[in-house]
């Protein structure tokens, strides 16, 4: 495996997690693919989604089968309301395609928020910043590398 960004950050802050790969397919469920690619509870599984929170850049990890709630993300992100992002910008902005997404190792690092049924699991799977890499690590040390808050973002 090539080092991604977000593995590159992960190592540079001695944080230690599992590289799950799997041939990756584009399309809609794209992280309920990745789950059963890897042979993962889809419950483990969360995306990253790239948002504007009263126009400015934030992110939100949630389960893989999730809607995110934009009225809860926004007041996670101290903000009074949110959209998703643009593909392009998302991509400009993190430095990843869409796909690929990491909260790790974004080129410009934003507020965070993780729904709070990531702490209901002892280790996560989250995108590894490359189409068909995952990384799995617990929730707690993804929050806390991230300086993120957690919130309830789904509905």
Do not use: W
């Not at 729904?115 to 989250?126: G, P, T, V, Y």
Request: aromatic share 6%.
């Amino acid at each position: 495996m090539t080092a991604t960004p977000a593995t590159k950050a992960l190592d540079k802050a001695k944080i230690i997690y599992d590289v799950h790969l799997y041939d990756y397919e584009g399309g809609h469920q794209i992280g309920e693919h990745a789950a059963e690619a890897i042979g993962a509870d889809p419950a483990l599984v969360f995306k990253t989604l790239m948002l504007e929170v009263d126009g400015k850049p934030g992110c939100v990890v949630i389960p893989v089968a999730a809607t995110v709630k934009m009225k809860r993300a926004a007041s996670a992100l101290g903000g009074k309301s949110a959209q998703m992002m643009e593909v392009p910008k998302a991509e400009r902005l993190t430095g990843f395609r869409v796909g690929g997404i990491s909260p790790f190792g974004q080129k410009k690092r934003v507020p965070t928020a993780f729904d709070s049924s990531a702490l209901d699991h002892e280790r996560i799977i989250l995108n590894g910043g490359q189409r068909g890499v995952m990384v799995e690590l617990t929730p707690q040390t993804a929050i806390d590398q991230l300086n993120a808050k957690y919130a309830d973002l789904i509905g």
